[in-house]
Nanobody, 116 residues
Framework: QVQLVESGGGLVQAGGSLRLSCAASGSTRGISDMGWYRQAPGKQRELVATIRSGGTINYVDSVKGRFTISRDNAKNTVYLQMNSLKPEDTAVYYC??????????WGQGTQVTVSS
């Protein structure tokens, strides 16, 4: 079992920045990929960024150049630095971890609201 706890969401004006953190606990040795997804009202959950245990990173096109994902394996924590935020970035952001490439774990979600 893996538990994921997110923090760092909030309300920010367009053009501002936020940093999300997600700390994993429990059976963390089995974690491979970690990442962030988001879900806006009335929309499906979408991938924002992922980082593999070896360091390979992937971003959705809409956040490239503005968001940066990073990972501290010693702390079992993944971060999402979000700069130049836009109103369309408003969503609930969920942390994700893949465990032994078999199971998916999700955090409870953290709200990010960007005002225009």
């Amino acid at each position: 079992q893996v538990q994921l706890v997110e923090s760092g969401g909030g309300l920010v004006q367009a053009g501002g920045s936020l940093r999300l953190s997600c700390a994993a606990s429990g059976s963390t040795r089995g974690i491979s990929d970690m990442g962030w997804y988001r879900q806006a009202p009335g929309k499906q959950r979408e991938l924002v960024a992922t980082i593999r245990s070896g360091g390979t990173i992937n971003y959705v096109d809409s956040v490239k150049g503005r968001f940066t994902i990073s990972r501290d394996n010693a702390k079992n924590t993944v971060y999402l630095q979000m700069n130049s935020l836009k109103p369309e970035d408003t969503a609930v952001y969920y942390c994700h971890a893949e465990w032994f490439q078999l199971y998916d774990y999700w955090g409870q979600g953290t709200q990010v609201t960007v005002s225009s």
